[in-house]
């Protein structure tokens, strides 16, 4: 094994200078004072101050976030009273309910966000930022529980029995035993949506009307009509809000 | 126990029943919506006229079509060979590492997928495009001496696709990688296999179901990829789901983008069906819990 160890190391090194080096040099020049973006010319925060100005993209700031927040809440009621509730069913009946469940995680988005537009049109629901809440409530549900039936599958069930044998009802077991003690998955559960749902441009794209820009769509036209380093900018804010959630999610879900 | 169990049956579907309709009403009625209406017609300004024809499909036929649908299917074919080529000494080496390295490594595959999508991409723009990252440096180095047009073509969707996917191939492989019996490779050290030997008789058979695993996550969300090609993609690059965007939002011939994506639903449910067969020994026994 020591023979091709040096190689396997230089081939896994290779790899993640491919995955960071891009977002890297991306987070570096948002902070170059130059226009010609790819042009180093020394330190500025200019287009920090550019994006902060920006009344637009305030405005798009403030839709993201109560998409996000909406969408994050309906998306945890839903999830985890899946995630409990398919623990009462037959263990057949869990899987299949449960696989079904996951394949809008796996089909491409695009089907996801095309197939909401038409059903909308269809219902005469004019496209709104209620739309797009429906839309990231959509795949936000499968993300929820799976995180939360992970942290089920890892509980004591001697746990309810106890509780059912002091006389505890179905209710109060899930009350006083079940989701106290799902609460850190709950939580990291809602920040991993939270994330999903500030960063989503597809679905967000189809299922948009005027007006209802999110920070993800704003980025999209930005880079459409050109580039310039406050993109990079508002690009090096979204890596680190997205990375810190995430993190602080993973920090919950391995409690 | 018995009781618990069924003290928990009778109001579960109260949990349940919210969230069944939810799904059921937003992602299973818009499919089959979808699916009908492919075979629709359109009417002179865009509307759905509600016949019944095949029309929409025969049109699929047309080599305009015909050759998006191919180069679609290429492209997302080379990106995941790209991505098994690439992920495949990664995974290894995760795999064989100490076991706290492991979590180590493996966030750190995973801390770029978690990033936005539209931002990972549009770090390619920024390097690849004419007065972008790379040309810049090689101009600076004496390289080239005329900056060169690397975006807008397929190798830089492909580049963006392997980017964007890369940690979707690793992480299945490394969970076949890891549970590969070492004795079976000391073994075959011991019996004079050469390095080769070893990999393709020993190590690729045992991490078959992580390769069909990695394979399908890659391939389903690059054939169906939308932003990657609509950013990093020229105009004779575009992929089954700029495709669907036009016909829906440009051309707004709804039934025919209709008809295009029952036929990208129907290359992912087979692609499915064929590696969840093939990775079938990844997923843990039911016993478990």
Redesign the interface.
């Known amino acids: 094994m020591k023979q091709s160890g040096g190689w396997l190391w230089r081939a896994s090194v290779a790899n993640l200078f491919f995955l960071y080096g891009p977002i890297a040099a991306l987070m570096l020049f948002s902070f170059n004072a130059s226009r010609l973006s790819a042009t180093w010319q020394g330190w500025s925060l200019q287009w920090y101050r550019a994006l902060w100005a920006d009344q637009a993209l305030q405005a798009a700031a403030v839709n993201s976030l109560w998409v996000a927040t909406v969408s994050t809440v309906l998306a945890l009621l839903l999830g985890v009273g899946l995630a409990v509730g398919l623990e009462g069913l037959p263990g057949r009946r869990q899987r299949q309910i449960e696989q079904a469940l996951l394949l809008p995680l796996v089909i491409p988005e695009v089907m996801m966000g095309v197939s909401l537009l038409l059903f909308f049109v269809l219902v005469r629901m004019p496209l709104s930022l209620t739309t797009v809440i429906v839309g990231h409530a959509l795949f936000n549900v499968p993300v929820v529980m799976v995180i939360v039936r992970a942290r089920l599958r890892k509980l004591d069930p001697r746990l309810l029995e106890v509780a059912a044998d002091l006389g505890a009802s179905y209710w109060g077991a899930l009350r006083y035993v079940t989701l106290p003690l799902l609460r850190p998955a709950i939580l990291g559960a809602g920040l991993m949506a939270f994330t999903i749902s500030l960063d989503d441009f597809i679905v967000t794209y189809f299922t948009a009307g005027p007006g209802a820009t999110t920070l993800p769509l704003k980025v999209y036209s930005m880079i459409k009509s050109g580039l310039s380093p406050e993109i990079n900018a508002l690009s090096a804010l979204f890596v680190i809000v997205s990375m810190g959630l995430i993190g602080f999610s993973l920090l919950l879900q391995r409690r | ?1 018995k ?3 069924s ?14 309709v ?2 059921g009403l ?2 299973v ?3 089959c ?2 699916f009908v ?1 492919s075979f629709a017609g359109r009417g002179t300004y865009g509307g759905i006229v509600w016949s019944f024809s095949l029309t929409n499909y025969l049109d699929l036929l047309h080599p305009l079509y015909a050759r998006i649908l191919g180069q679609s299917i290429l492209l997302a074919a080379g990106t995941t060979l790209l991505c098994l080529t ?2 495949f ?2 995974a ?3 795999a ?1 590492a100490a076991p706290r390295r492991q979590g180590i ?1 493996l ?3 995973m ?2 997928f ?7 991409t ?6 690849l ?1 004419t ?3 790379l ?2 440096v090689l101009l600076k180095l004496g390289v080239i001496s005329s900056p060169s047009e690397l975006l807008y073509s397929n190798t830089a969707v492909m580049i963006g696709l392997v ?1 964007g996917y ?2 979707f191939m ?1 992480l299945p492989l490394y969970v076949a990688l890891e549970r590969v019996d070492r004795t079976l ?1 000391e073994a075959a050290w011991d019996l004079y296999a050469t ?1 080769w030997t070893v990999f393709r008789r020993i190590i690729l058979p045992l991490a078959k179901p992580g390769v069909a695993a990695g394979c399908l996550l890659v391939f ?2 690059s ?5 990657t090609p609509d ?1 990093l993609g020229g105009a004779r690059s575009m992929m089954i ?1 700029n495709l ?2 036009h016909e ?2 440009v051309a707004r011939d ?1 039934p025919l ?2 008809a295009i ?1 029952c036929l ?2 129907l290359c ?1 449910v087979g692609m ?1 069906r064929w590696s969840l067969r093939a990775a079938k020994p990844l997923v843990p026994p ?1 016993s478990e ?1």
Request: net charge positive; charged share 10%.
């Open positions: 126990m009781i618990s169990v003290v928990g049956r009778a109001p579960s579907w109260w949990l349940l029943g919210p969230g069944l939810w799904m937003l992602f009625v818009p499919l919506l979808m209406i690439m992920g000494p990664l290894y080496y995760i064989r490594w966030l750190l595959v801390i770029p978690w990033t936005n999508f539209l931002v990972r549009y770090a390619w723009m920024f390097i495009r007065e972008g990252l040309n810049t980017y890369l940690p690793v490779v390095r389903i969300p054939l169906g990829a939308f932003l950013l789901g669907i965007q829906f939002l709804w983008g209709a994506s990208l639903m992912v499915m039911e819990s």
